[in-house]
């Protein structure tokens, strides 16, 4: 599982680029030093709700709608990771096995000209 302070950067940094506003118009808006928020987007920092709230108004983006947007992030994520532990359950106990050519003879009125059909075996 990611972060949440990561999420929440990618959702910042998302939205920010969404709006075609540069990091330096941002922080100034929000009254937080450039470098900080650069740290808050990458999610190498923890944004204190305050920090978080500035942004949001800075952004014109509602406190809930970030977290709405972070929550459905993870659980993108969270699907992704499960749909990957499936698939790598499904190889664990059927290994994919090439397909090979075998005849076996065929007796009856049904049977083919020399009597023999073709299967395919795993």
């Known amino acids: ?40 987007e990458r999610g190498r920092k923890e944004a204190s709700s305050e920090v978080l709230a500035a942004v949001c108004e800075a ?5 809930s709608d970030l977290l709405g947007a972070v929550r459905h992030d993870l659980d993108e994520h969270r699907a992704t990771v499960i749909r990957l532990d499936a ?22 009125p049904s049977s083919g000209r020399n009597g023999d059909v073709l299967l395919l075996a795993a």
């Open 1 to 40: 599982m990611p972060l949440l302070r990561t999420v929440l950067g990618e959702v910042l940094r998302r939205t920010r680029r969404e709006q075609g506003r540069t990091l330096a118009d941002v922080a100034s808006d929000a009254k937080v030093s450039m470098p900080y928020l650069s740290e808050v």
């Open 59 to 63: 952004l014109g983006l509602e406190l």
């Open 87 to 108: 698939v790598r359950a499904l190889r664990r106990r059927d290994p994919v096995r090439p397909l090979q050519a075998t005849r076996a003879p065929r007796r009856g």
